[in-house]
């Protein structure tokens, strides 16, 4: 382990950006926080999650695949990716570290995404330690150690130092490039923080928010529920939940014409929306209710059956915090939980 | 601090409902936090008792709701309707959205709503309490026991730091006591933009809405997008995209929006309120509503039901084309 001190933290990312670019969490100037491309003058801001999370870096809000061109009488297939820079993310909460490994298993899994997967290899996570949790996160839920983040190098933040630890090869590279300004050090500070933020965690809100209703093998004794027409009756169908979520994933593919050619491009999409996957005959979920139960369906029963157990909601809360009616996923394993959530 | 208390609305709820007058309760729902309240309809006196709320958090305007929840009702649905919201209703009512027959409205006073995101930019996270006391709330977080008390000043929310009326213009009976219109500093914020200069401007802009992620919580919260099938949901209009394809686009998506609700917004305030990059909308709409008073005289959304918009009547004394740029140019 090594550390540097918190007032040289602008040499540190001084450091990284010298070999790739770095994004922090910075303000944006609304209340919130964005990944920030680091340069002079963009100020660190500790935050617990930004408003958009960092799946962008892989999976972009929109992304051009490709561009037809027409040339007399022949197409022209053009790939027009941008070859990924190599770059860093910093500051990286454990609950968003965690739904990379959920991401991964879609975009990774045969036949790979060739353009997450670029991306994914050029980024290298430093992931930071929480110590002050807010009353909508509930990551312990899916077994994730905030005071443990993961990522490519784990960081811990006390009041005068910064804390390193590389976990991967790719951690261990960039270690080695800022390792004249960091110095080796002992872990008992970090030691002593964990025990704080356990301390901390202990009095959660949602800390014994059980997902035992939930999971592979589940469909037949939840789908038919009665109470996701409650549940969504006031459900606006906007995609705000989706947009925030580090673990939705769903995208469509179009064309734009841009009168000379077409570009193919992808979006994300939501489950939420009515549009969301139409077909010739129609749309396959034609009320809110069938929408909003896919949400949650998908993130505590579908996507565990085909992962191993593994729910694809990390319990960051920004859905908590950000639905303009406050109906989330906690309120949907309450409800549907039964006993095992009084 | 609200001046009428939840066993007051409760007890009306359910009196209404077991009298006969009412067959359904349009009301805030208790959240898992003291703060996140969901609008839902409430069929028994023993769920309005149990899970009804009225407190400072209850800011969700439930006129739009009215358009999905009378669809299929037998008899008639309770709504509580805050002083803003009767506007929006009386504009839905305007453009026949749903049956009047159908609803039977509670006017209730507000004393403004606490917009959360400013209660936490002062308490921080981790927020276990926020209670009403005196004149401010009362806000205790895991991370200190002893509560925090916020005047309301700092944490109430921009639409109603600056609201415009106290008085309901529309309610089948009303609990505690009516209000005024009140003349409000709403105008001000929208000065400050039309004394920029067109850069400085479409820099605000620019930078605010750069912000925004395409979720569609604005259109979907307003009372005056209750279009069937909006033009940016169908596949077929060639502007529907569920992202942009460039920041350009988002823009493109706000003015129109902007210019679709034009004479129709209350303003309200939801779409502010909803949106989850901050961004203020309300400035948008307020633009539009600055320049309709002053092209065509003072006018306001939803004031009584039947009135026709500036923007779609004809009046022999309306403005020329030519006198709004004359108007432009000499500014
Ligand atoms: S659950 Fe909330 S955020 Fe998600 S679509 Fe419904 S209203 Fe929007
Ligand atoms: S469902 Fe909600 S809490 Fe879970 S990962 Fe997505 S945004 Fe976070
Ligand atoms: S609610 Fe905000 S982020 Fe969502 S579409 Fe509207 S302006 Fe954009
Ligand atoms: S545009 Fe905004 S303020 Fe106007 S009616 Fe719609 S939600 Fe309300």
């Given at each position: 382990?090594?550390?540097?001190?918190?007032?040289?933290?602008?040499?540190?990312?001084?450091?990284?950006?010298?070999?790739?670019?770095?994004?922090?969490?910075?303000?944006?100037?609304?209340?919130?926080?964005?990944?920030?491309?680091?340069?002079?003058?963009?100020?660190?801001?500790?935050?617990?999650?930004?408003?958009?999370?960092?799946?962008?870096?892989?999976?972009?809000?929109?992304?051009?695949?490709?561009?037809?061109?027409?040339?007399?009488?022949?197409?022209?297939?053009?790939?027009?990716?941008?070859?990924?820079?190599?770059?860093?993310?910093?500051?990286?909460?454990?609950?968003?570290?965690?739904?990379f490994d959920i991401l991964d298993r879609v975009f990774l899994s045969d036949p790979v995404d060739s353009y997450y997967a670029t991306r994914r290899e050029h980024g290298v996570i430093?992931?930071?330690?929480?110590?002050?949790?807010?009353?909508?996160?509930?990551?312990?839920?899916?077994?994730?150690?905030?005071?443990?983040?993961?990522?490519?190098?784990?960081?811990?933040?006390?009041?005068?130092?910064?804390?390193?630890?590389?976990?991967?090869?790719?951690g261990k590279a960039l270690m080695s490039k800022i390792e004249h300004i960091t110095e080796a050090c002992d872990d008992?500070?970090?030691?002593?923080?964990?025990?704080?933020?356990?301390?901390?965690?202990?009095?959660?809100?949602?800390?014994?928010?059980?997902?035992?209703?939930?999971?592979?093998?589940?469909?037949?004794?939840?789908?038919?529920?009665?109470?996701?027409?409650?549940?969504?009756?006031?459900?606006?169908?906007?995609?705000?939940?989706?947009?925030?979520?580090?673990?939705?994933?769903?995208?469509?593919?179009?064309?734009?014409?841009?009168?000379?050619?077409?570009?193919?491009?992808?979006?994300?999409?939501?489950?939420?929306?009515?549009?969301?996957?139409?077909?010739?005959?129609?749309?396959?979920?034609?009320?809110?209710?069938?929408?909003?139960?896919?949400?949650?369906?998908?993130?505590?029963?579908?996507?565990?059956?085909?992962?191993?157990?593994?729910?694809?909601?990390?319990?960051?809360?920004?859905?908590?915090?950000?639905?303009?009616?406050?109906?989330?996923?906690?309120?949907?394993?309450?409800?549907?939980?039964?006993?095992?959530?009084? | 601090?609200?001046?009428?208390?939840?066993?007051?609305?409760?007890?009306?709820?359910?009196?209404?409902?077991?009298?006969?007058?009412?067959?359904?309760?349009?009301?805030?729902?208790?959240?898992?936090?003291?703060?996140?309240?969901?609008?839902?309809?409430?069929?028994?006196?023993?769920?309005?008792?149990?899970?009804?709320?009225?407190?400072?958090?209850?800011?969700?305007?439930?006129?739009?709701?009215?358009?999905?929840?009378?669809?299929?009702?037998?008899?008639?649905?309770?709504?509580?309707?805050?002083?803003?919201?009767?506007?929006?209703?009386?504009?839905?009512?305007?453009?026949?959205?749903?049956?009047?027959?159908?609803?039977?409205?509670?006017?209730?006073?507000?004393?403004?709503?606490?917009?959360?995101?400013?209660?936490?930019?002062?308490?921080?996270?981790?927020?276990?309490?926020?209670?009403?006391?005196?004149?401010?709330?009362?806000?205790?977080?895991?991370?200190?026991?002893?509560?925090?008390?916020?005047?309301?000043?700092?944490?109430?929310?921009?639409?109603?730091?600056?609201?415009?009326?106290?008085?309901?213009?529309?309610?089948?009976?009303?609990?505690?006591?009516?209000?005024?219109?009140?003349?409000?500093?709403?105008?001000?914020?929208?000065?400050?933009?039309?004394?920029?200069?067109?850069?400085?401007?479409?820099?605000?802009?620019?930078?605010?809405?750069?912000?925004?992620?395409?979720?569609?919580?604005?259109?979907?919260?307003?009372?005056?997008?209750?279009?069937?099938?909006?033009?940016?949901?169908?596949?077929?209009?060639?502007?529907?995209?569920?992202?942009?394809?460039?920041?350009?686009?988002?823009?493109?998506?706000?003015?129109?929006?902007?210019?679709?609700?034009?004479?129709?917004?209350?303003?309200?305030?939801?779409?502010?309120?909803?949106?989850?990059?901050?961004?203020?909308?309300?400035?948008?709409?307020?633009?539009?509503?600055?320049?309709?008073?002053?092209?065509?005289?003072?006018?306001?959304?939803?004031?009584?039901?039947?009135?026709?918009?500036?923007?779609?009547?004809?009046?022999?004394?309306?403005?020329?084309?030519?006198?709004?740029?004359?108007?432009?140019?000499?500014?």
């Amino acid at each position: 382990m090594r550390r540097i001190s918190l007032y040289s933290l602008d040499s540190l990312f001084g450091e990284i950006s010298k070999s790739m670019t770095l994004y922090i969490p910075a303000s944006d100037n609304a209340g919130g926080a964005v990944y920030t491309k680091y340069e002079d003058g963009v100020e660190y801001l500790n935050t617990l999650n930004t408003v958009k999370s960092p799946k962008n870096f892989f999976f972009p809000h929109t992304e051009d695949l490709m561009e037809f061109k027409l040339q007399g009488k022949n197409i022209d297939i053009l790939d027009i990716r941008q070859e990924s820079e190599d770059f860093a993310v910093f500051g990286v909460r454990g609950c968003d570290v965690k739904s990379f490994d959920i991401l991964d298993r879609v975009f990774l899994s045969d036949p790979v995404d060739s353009y997450y997967a670029t991306r994914r290899e050029h980024g290298v996570i430093i992931s930071l330690a929480c110590t002050k949790p807010s009353e909508t996160c509930f990551c312990t839920t899916f077994g994730i150690d905030p005071t443990e983040p993961m990522g490519d190098i784990s960081a811990w933040m006390t009041e005068s130092h910064l804390y390193l630890q590389p976990v991967t090869e790719k951690g261990k590279a960039l270690m080695s490039k800022i390792e004249h300004i960091t110095e080796a050090c002992d872990d008992s500070e970090v030691l002593a923080q964990k025990d704080k933020t356990k301390n901390i965690l202990s009095k959660l809100p949602l800390k014994d928010l059980s997902t035992d209703a939930f999971g592979s093998g589940k469909t037949k004794e939840l789908f038919d529920s009665p109470q996701w027409a409650e549940l969504s009756q006031s459900c606006l169908g906007c995609g705000t939940c989706t947009f925030v979520c580090p673990t939705c994933q769903c995208y469509d593919i179009k064309d734009f014409n841009t009168g000379s050619g077409v570009i193919r491009y992808r979006c994300w999409d939501s489950c939420m929306f009515s549009e969301f996957t139409k077909m010739a005959h129609g749309n396959p979920r034609l009320t809110q209710t069938e929408r909003f139960r896919q949400r949650f369906m998908h993130k505590l029963v579908y996507y565990p059956e085909n992962n191993d157990g593994l729910f694809s909601c990390v319990g960051c809360g920004r859905c908590l915090s950000k639905c303009p009616i406050s109906m989330n996923i906690v309120k949907v394993m309450k409800s549907l939980g039964g006993d095992k959530n009084e | 601090m609200q001046k009428i208390t939840r066993d007051q609305i409760v007890s009306k709820a359910v009196s209404l409902l077991q009298d006969g007058t009412v067959s359904a309760v349009l009301g805030w729902r208790q959240g898992e936090f003291c703060y996140d309240v969901t609008p839902s309809v409430f069929n028994t006196a023993e769920d309005i008792e149990a899970n009804f709320v009225w407190n400072d958090f209850c800011g969700a305007n439930f006129s739009k709701y009215l358009v999905s929840k009378t669809k299929n009702i037998d008899g008639k649905l309770l709504v509580f309707l805050k002083p803003c919201d009767t506007y929006s209703f009386n504009q839905l009512l305007t453009e026949h959205r749903f049956n009047r027959e159908s609803v039977y409205v509670v006017g209730i006073p507000c004393e403004g709503m606490v917009d959360i995101s400013k209660v936490k930019a002062v308490s921080g996270e981790g927020i276990v309490c926020a209670e009403s006391k005196g004149a401010g709330l009362s806000v205790t977080t895991i991370y200190d026991e002893n509560p925090k008390e916020i005047p309301y000043a700092e944490v109430l929310s921009e639409r109603c730091l600056n609201c415009k009326s106290k008085k309901h213009v529309a309610y089948d009976e009303l609990l505690g006591d009516e209000g005024e219109v009140i003349d409000s500093a709403r105008f001000d914020e929208v000065e400050k933009l039309e004394s920029m200069t067109s850069e400085e401007r479409f820099a605000f802009w620019q930078g605010e809405l750069s912000r925004c992620i395409r979720c569609n919580a604005c259109r979907d919260v307003c009372p005056a997008c209750t279009c069937e099938k909006c033009v940016f949901d169908n596949p077929n209009s060639g502007a529907e995209s569920k992202a942009p394809t460039n920041s350009f686009e988002e823009q493109m998506f706000h003015v129109i929006r902007a210019f679709h609700v034009a004479g129709r917004c209350t303003d309200c305030g939801e779409c502010s309120r909803v949106c989850p990059q901050n961004i203020p909308l309300h400035l948008l709409n307020r633009k539009f509503i600055k320049d309709i008073n002053s092209f065509y005289g003072d006018y306001q959304a939803g004031a009584e039901v039947g009135m026709r918009a500036p923007l779609v009547d004809y009046d022999l004394g309306d403005l020329e084309a030519c006198d709004v740029f004359e108007r432009r140019d000499s500014e």
